[in-house]
């Protein structure tokens, strides 16, 4: 279908355990609710969004060098990610999927900022892109 936003979903919602932010997609509860009924420019800002929060977040704590690298591990170990993410987001998927199996994160093209093996980058990473995506739902209900 022409014009098709894919949902940003990577399927661990974690609100349905009871989170009003997604642990998975920083989206909150609502916004998972009503993302089928949002027009497609609408999509395609929250996904612009959600990416731009990755990215701020993860940059904080390491830097991509190889592009190039990331992709390829992504497209090995056959972590999904879409053709316009950022890199640095895509890293983040990485971190998500693979922490417990990288042990040299420069093989995948990422340098950390802290001497932080995968598993505590991503714990970092996981817990403030936790409190970021609930910032980021106060800042969208008070604007409703």
Known sequence: MSGRVVSPCIGVCSTTVGDRVCRGCQRYDDEIRDWPALETS??????????????????????????AALQA???????????????????????RVGRGRIRELSRYGLVPH?????????RRLADELGRAGEARRQCLVSVT
């Open 42 to 67: 609408q999509r395609q800002a929250r996904m612009v969004a959600l990416d731009a929060l990755r990215v701020e977040v993860a940059a904080r704590h390491l830097r991509v060098v190889d592009a």
């Open 114 to 122: 802290a001497d932080l093996d995968a598993e505590a980058l991503h």
């Open 73 to 95: 591990q992504l497209d090995r170990h056959r972590i999904r990610y879409r053709e316009d993410q950022p890199a640095m987001s895509r890293a983040v998927e990485l971190l």
